[in-house]
């Protein structure tokens, strides 16, 4: 039988509408083994981010958790009938976790907000809302099991960011979730908390931006390696239909990509779009398990979602991104004499600082080198520069604020595309800082002025409006 994993994110969470959307989706999928991966309530990161900020102002503490309990009371209060059992046993749970949540407290302001503090604090947020949806689903007379991601999925150790371990988390989800998706006499709903996981010692860690679609991607891995059936699909619910061919506050009639490979949703992700991490695909795409986006709003949609899988039409350009804040670094030899070695320095000075390097352009002489870090990373780099010496002493360092436009699909490999793009910059007079093309082909990336980036994506977007699926 068909195996899906649903990640409902927190804006499929916010009122009893949505809930009742979610119990129509179980509806509709009926006649399908499921599993719910569940963020937090919108915003409640938020607030339990603030609580680690502010442990020692007692007053400001004490506000933010009452609106993040109040917040959670009320859902409950809206979604359950009121002294059904289902609503006593989840007020009852909502306690007992937000006195362990007070407790957690106590050991930070008694040891200070460890790594570790700093992701079990944050991991409330999942655990109280995919209980909270456990519940509802009962309540409605479906199969339900609450799992929290900490029994399953096992990781690294770096806290806030972690890292799957795979061999541990497909043992654990052999033993702990393959029963109960492949036992024949029951369909049961596997509730499981996104975002988080935890390492060999048992810290609860969290998995970064984009956490809870990872983790849906990391039980589709582990359930494909360890059960017996092999028909599973990823759905990411969203409140929007898919990913676009362009940031609609760009383009606001940008087009649906309905179907895109995984090389080319990486692509996409990469460069901007908000709606899907890049990090998601690695756990899928050696298994070939398709990705659907959809909107939350139309679950009986049969045309307009995205579905990433091994199948795309090679003959369209699928997007276009853009990274808005970015500066780029120009090392030139003062001497114009080339100099062998100067980007295994510039690496090695910018990993020592954790600094991410992308778009890296150099002369074939060594004589001048360029490179893009994030906006927020450039006074740390170009201070890591001049405080090394080398660079300081016989190398010119200049910096700039420019945007990169990212240009996807392998319809970018023809020479007429890219004459049609240069044409269509000239038009604007927009000149062209640094260029590069991907091995594998699928995009071309354009470095330009940053005021110019709204110019060059229209003239861009209406020149190859055709190109587009």
Not at 26 to 54: C, W
Not at 58 to 83: G, Q
Not at 404 to 427: P, S
Request: some cysteine; hydrophobic content about 40%.
């Amino acid at each position: 039988m068909t195996i899906i994993i649903m990640k409902f994110g927190g804006s499929c969470l916010n009122d009893k509408n949505a809930f009742k959307k979610i119990f129509e989706v179980t509806k509709i999928y009926e006649n399908v083994k499921k599993v719910y991966v569940v963020s937090a309530l919108r915003g409640s990161t938020d607030l339990l981010l603030k609580m680690t900020q502010d442990i020692d102002k007692e007053k400001e503490l004490d506000k933010t958790m009452a609106i993040f309990e109040k917040k959670h009371f009320d859902i409950i209060e809206k979604i359950f009938e009121e002294e059904s059992e289902e609503f006593n046993k989840t007020k009852d749970w909502l306690d007992r976790k937000l006195s362990d949540l007070e407790d957690v407290f106590g050991d930070v302001k008694e040891f200070g907000l460890e790594p570790y503090y700093k992701d079990y604090i944050l991991s409330f947020g999942e655990m109280v809302s995919t209980y909270i949806l456990n519940q509802f689903l009962k309540s409605r007379g479906f199969e339900s099991i609450f799992i929290p991601a900490t029994k399953l999925l096992i990781t690294n150790d770096e806290f806030n960011n972690a890292y799957p371990l795979y061999n541990l988390t497909n043992a654990r989800v052999g033993r702990l979730l393959i029963p109960l998706l492949e036992n024949p006499k029951k369909s049961t709903i596997v509730c499981i908390t996104g975002f988080i996981g935890r390492n060999k010692i048992g810290y609860t860690t969290t998995l970064g931006r984009g956490g809870s679609d990872y983790t849906a991607t990391i039980l589709a891995h582990s359930i494909y390696e360890m059960g017996s059936d092999k028909d599973i699909k990823v759905i990411l619910w969203k409140d929007v239909d898919g990913l676009l061919s362009i940031d609609p506050n760009y383009i606001p009639k940008a087009s649906l990509i309905r179907n895109l490979d995984y090389e080319e949703a990486k692509h996409i992700a990469n460069f901007g779009a908000k709606v899907l991490h890049p990090k998601c695909l690695e756990a899928i795409e050696k298994k070939r398990i398709p990705l659907e986006i959809r909107n939350f709003d139309k679950p009986l949609e049969k045309i307009d979602y995205t579905t990433i899988s091994g199948y795309t039409d090679k003959s369209f350009i699928k997007g276009i991104s853009a990274v808005e804040d970015a500066i780029i670094i120009s090392i030139t030899s003062g001497s114009l004499v080339d100099v062998p070695g100067v980007l295994a320095k510039i690496f090695k000075i910018m990993s020592k600082n954790s600094i991410s390097v992308s778009l890296v352009a150099q002369s074939a002489s060594e004589i001048s080198t360029s490179f893009i870090v994030k906006k927020e990373d450039a006074e740390k780099a170009l201070m890591a520069l001049d405080k090394s010496g080398y660079f300081s002493d016989f190398f010119e360092i200049k910096n700039e604020e420019v945007a990169i436009i990212n240009i996807t699909g392998l319809k970018v490999l023809d020479n007429l595309t890219k004459v049609k793009i240069f044409q269509a910059l000239e038009k604007k007079q927009i000149k062209v800082k640094a260029l590069t093309q991907s091995i594998e082909e699928l995009n071309f990336s354009l470095v330009i002025s940053k005021g110019k980036l709204i110019d060059a994506i229209n003239v861009i977007h209406n020149d190859l409006y055709e190109d587009f699926e």
